[in-house]
């Protein structure tokens, strides 16, 4: 029940008890009457009780009504606005982390002040507490960033040695000694463009370039890219369109791209031989939803909450597939909440496999 609706009430009790102790009172002397005055008289008087406790009763009713009504507007303005005032601010707080300053008036009672003070050191914890985070996590996006810039150098130096060194005349063992090392200096390479990705992103220095998008399209240029690997591992990938074409999506191409890439390519990497990854797409509202669903490995419930966290990696994925970094989904959710859009995924009903949901606003024409 509502505060106002709590108010409401007791004050109509307040004013039904009132004109239920005047009539009851009322019935109660006339009553009296009989026993005190002779039969003859009683008819009289009960009339002029009548008359007095109409009248007096309907002053001390009314009276009543307009003392409650008063009591009413006082705390309303005084109590339920201000709790209410309180409440949105806190809700707009709690939802977006925008603050809303309350006036305190002096006739704000000192509990309700007391609040709102409360409520205003809360908040300046959270801020502060917020702006800490963010000068951590900048210091530390600065620190990733410097760090793979500094690698990169070297690193591309070595897959160069590597490769010069494999056209060299070596035998069969040393060549496949080397063959490794430039394989391995390839994913070391991989692993610093993806820390460079992840700090540009979550420093904000990536500028997005958004355009409508016809990602349906994007997705079987994806599933034709990963049809050599797809082919290899036994496993089909395809897209299936509807009957009716997609709408176009708010989105950066080649993030968006990005995205696809590295959701079929862990599909195919997390599902055994001959099984599938079917990529298709509807529209959910003002939301173009987009699934990859394979017949996989799947990703247990103890590892529901921090599959998108970064450097996490399922103890059944790392069991069938030692490379991997763990960083991918964490970069593709950033960049499709980025887009104003999510990225989730659920098992298969048939407890088979996974389905990972790319959502996307479709663009307004
Ligand atoms: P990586 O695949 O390089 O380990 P990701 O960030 O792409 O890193 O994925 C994180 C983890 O999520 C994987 O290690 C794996 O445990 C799990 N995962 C991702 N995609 C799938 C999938 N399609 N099926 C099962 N598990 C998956």
């Known amino acids: 029940m509502s505060l106002r609706a709590l108010l409401v009430t007791v004050l109509l009790s307040i004013l039904i008890t009132t004109s239920a102790v005047v009539v009851l009172s009322f019935l109660f002397l006339q009553e009296q009457l009989f026993t005190v005055f002779p039969s003859e008289l009683v008819s009289q008087a009960s009339n002029s009780l009548f008359v007095l406790f109409t009248w007096q009763g309907l002053g001390i009713i009314l009276l009543t009504a307009s003392m409650m009504l008063g009591l009413y507007v006082l705390l309303e303005r005084l109590l339920v606005s201000r709790i209410r005032a309180l409440l949105k601010a806190m809700t707009v707080f709690a939802e977006s982390g925008e603050r809303i300053v ?19 050191k809360i908040v300046e914890k959270v801020e502060a507490s917020h702006k800490k985070d963010l000068e951590v996590s900048r210091v530390k996006s600065d620190f990733i960033s410097t760090a793979a810039h500094q690698l990169r150098t070297p ?17 069969d063992e040393l060549k496949s000694l080397v063959q490794n090392a430039k394989d391995k200096s390839h994913e070391l390479v991989s692993i610093v463009g993806t820390l460079l990705d ?20 994007v997705a079987e ?14 496993i089909s990938v395809y897209v299936e369109r509807g009957t009716s074409n997609l709408p176009k999506v708010r989105a950066d191409k080649e993030r968006i791209k990005w995205i696809l890439n590295n959701l079929v390519e862990n599909a195919i990497r997390y599902t055994p031989e001959k099984g ?16 990859v669903r394979d017949t996989g490995i799947g990703i247990g419930k103890q590892d529901k909450n921090n599959i998108f966290e970064r450097f996490y990696r399922a103890q059944n994925a790392i069991a069938v597939q030692t490379g991997g970094n763990g960083l991918g989904l964490y970069i593709a959710r950033t960049v499709a909440t980025d887009h104003g859009g999510d990225l989730t995924f659920a098992p298969n009903e048939d407890g088979i496999g996974t389905t990972f949901t790319l959502s996307l606003p479709i663009a307004v024409p």
């Open 198 to 217: 992840i700090s540009a992103i979550e420093s904000g220095k990536y500028k997005y370039v958004f355009t409508a998008l016809d990602v349906e399209s």
């Open 221 to 234: 240029e994806v599933a034709k890219d990963f049809s050599p690997m797809a082919q290899k591992a036994l």
């Open 276 to 291: 599938s990854v079917r990529i298709h797409g509807e529209v959910h509202g003002s939301k173009l939803l987009f699934m």
């Open 102 to 120: 309350l006036s305190n008036t002096s006739s704000t009672p000192k509990e309700i002040w007391e609040l709102v003070d409360v409520f205003d």
């Open 155 to 171: 690193l591309t130096g070595i897959r160069w040695a590597l490769e010069a060194l494999e056209k060299s005349d070596l035998s």
